[in-house]
T-cell receptor, first 115, second 108 residues
Framework: DAGVIQSPRHEVTEMGQEVTLRCKPI?????LFWYRQTMMRGLELLIY????????DSGMPEDRFSAKMPNASFSTLKIQPSEPRDSAVYFC?????????????FGPGTRLTVL | RKEVEQDPGPFNVPEGATVAFNCTYS??????FFWYRQDCRKEPKLLMS???SGNEDGRFTAQLNRASQYISLLIRDSKLSDSATYLC?????????FGTGTRLTIIP
């Protein structure tokens, strides 16, 4: 079975540009999570969805960040405008209530650099 | 105070040795606990769950002390392949909170 798929794997952009990160969860999983990882702050939950509905976005740093999940097999995280402090690795993860939500399956991540 | 605190290390341990990591959490209402493993430049993966009664998975033993809000992971007979960052994880109301991780390097 394919795991969680993220694209792009690497993104280098200039300050002020719009960045869109993409995620395809594991088929059949009903939860999707977006995380950000930095050396200083570790892995932080930004937002999560259940059955395509946003449940908790309290981790989204500010209005420049937005996330959508138009269907069960696709989600995007958008940063507009991007800033150098947004540089981090962004992970998408999915899980299934049936199998225990604590086992989250992570994608390979998108390494974002904002110059 | 951070919700989940870990010693960042690094722990440099000779192959075959036993190593232990500790973790504390701040919210006494936390419901379940886990250890995840993250290899360098890779994604985190679930290593094992942690129960009050203690649980073993091969060379790995995890323990939870709810009274002290303390979680531990013991690795016996360490292998080179155990080199990774170990993340302590706490679940509260469907949300996982990750510690910043403890880096372990096993030395040949």
């Amino acid at each position: 079975d394919a795991g969680v798929i993220q694209s792009p794997r690497h993104e280098v952009t200039e300050m002020g540009q719009e960045v869109t990160l993409r995620c395809k969860p594991i088929s059949g999983h009903d939860y999707l999570f977006w995380y950000r990882q930095t050396m200083m702050r570790g892995l932080e939950l930004l937002i999560y969805f259940n059955n395509n509905v946003p449940i908790d976005d309290s981790g989204m740093p500010e209005d420049r960040f937005s996330a959508k999940m138009p269907n069960a097999s696709f989600s995007t995280l958008k940063i507009q405008p991007s800033e150098p402090r947004d540089s981090a690795v962004y992970f998408c993860a999915s899980s299934s209530r049936d199998r225990g939500m604590h086992e989250q399956f992570f994608g390979p991540g998108t390494r974002l650099t904002v110059l | 105070r951070k919700e989940v605190e870990q010693d960042p290390g690094p722990f440099n341990v000779p192959e075959g040795a036993t190593v232990a990591f500790n973790c504390t959490y701040s919210n006494s209402a936390s419901q379940s606990f886990f250890w995840y493993r993250q290899d360098c430049r890779k994604e985190p993966k679930l290593l094992m769950s942690v129960y009050s009664s203690g649980n073993e998975d091969g060379r790995f033993t995890a323990q939870l002390n709810r009274a002290s809000q303390y979680i531990s992971l013991l690795i016996r007979d360490s292998k080179l392949s155990d080199s990774a960052t170990y993340l302590c994880v706490v679940n509260l109301n469907e949300k996982l909170t990750f510690g910043t991780g403890t880096r372990l390097t096993i030395i040949p």
